[in-house]
């Protein structure tokens, strides 16, 4: 699909639209393939406090994305959740499994728009064309405008063999506009060193358990004090 989603294109859009909510659940989604954004799904929701959309217990395999989000791509403004997911062997040149932007830029009031990734396995192929498996950056802000960019990120596994930490990487969040708040609720396996990890942000959150490196089983990563977010 030339607009990106090559599987589902979900969109929440226009002023007028009502209260919505969308579960995607218990799918596999193999061989998609967008010459854009979204290998397999493509979501962009741009209305505040009224719509949400929640990924749980599929599976991601084998998808492609020209540009950004082999698997998935998203522009999440309101709640946008992906849990208990496995993601593996998907390609993009930004984003081979996923790649988010959170928040919105200009409405003063913004408040509370929350991003939330919690129990999901990431496994990629790293290289010159596909080098960073999961992207998340908050939205840029208008001059004078609140943060409103909300992350929350816990026991997730992230695994690629021979991933080169100079140039490659399991996770990057960048802040673009200040966050709201970033949280890394429990601790999150990484298979690989510590510059495979890379947060970018005025205001750094507390790392302290948040990875734990050269790990091989999410089993080998202590459990947070944070329950995961509803």
Not at 87 to 115: H, I, P, R
Request: aromatic residues 10%; charged residues 15%.
């Amino acid at each position: 699909r030339d607009n990106g989603g090559g599987a589902i294109y979900l969109s929440y859009v226009g002023k007028n639209s009502a209260n919505y909510s969308a579960i995607i659940a218990n799918c596999d989604f193999n061989n998609c393939e967008a010459t854009t954004y979204g290998g397999a799904i493509n979501i962009h929701i741009t209305q505040p406090d009224s719509h949400s959309a929640n990924i749980q217990g599929c599976t991601f395999t084998n998808n492609k994305a020209g540009k950004s989000g082999g698997a998935i791509y998203a522009i999440g403004r309101d709640l946008l959740t992906i849990q208990h997911s496995t993601f593996t062997n998907n390609e993009a040149a930004n984003g081979s499994s996923l790649w988010v932007t959170v928040g919105w830029y200009n409405k003063k009031t913004e408040d509370g728009d929350q991003f939330n990734l919690y129990g999901n396995t990431f496994e990629f192929k790293p290289s010159q064309t596909n080098p960073i498996n999961v992207y998340v950056k908050s939205n840029s802000l208008n001059e004078g405008f609140n943060p409103n960019a909300n992350i929350f990120i816990g026991h997730c596994t992230f695994i690629a063999a021979n991933i080169d930490g100079n140039s490659q990487k399991h996770l990057v969040v960048d802040e673009d506009g200040t966050f709201q708040s970033l949280v890394f609720t429990e601790c999150n396996c990484i298979q690989g060193a510590e510059n495979t990890v890379s947060i970018n942000a005025a205001s750094k959150p507390n790392l302290e358990n948040a990875f734990h490196y050269n790990c091989n089983n999410i089993d080998q990563c202590p459990s947070g004090s944070e329950k995961p977010p509803a």
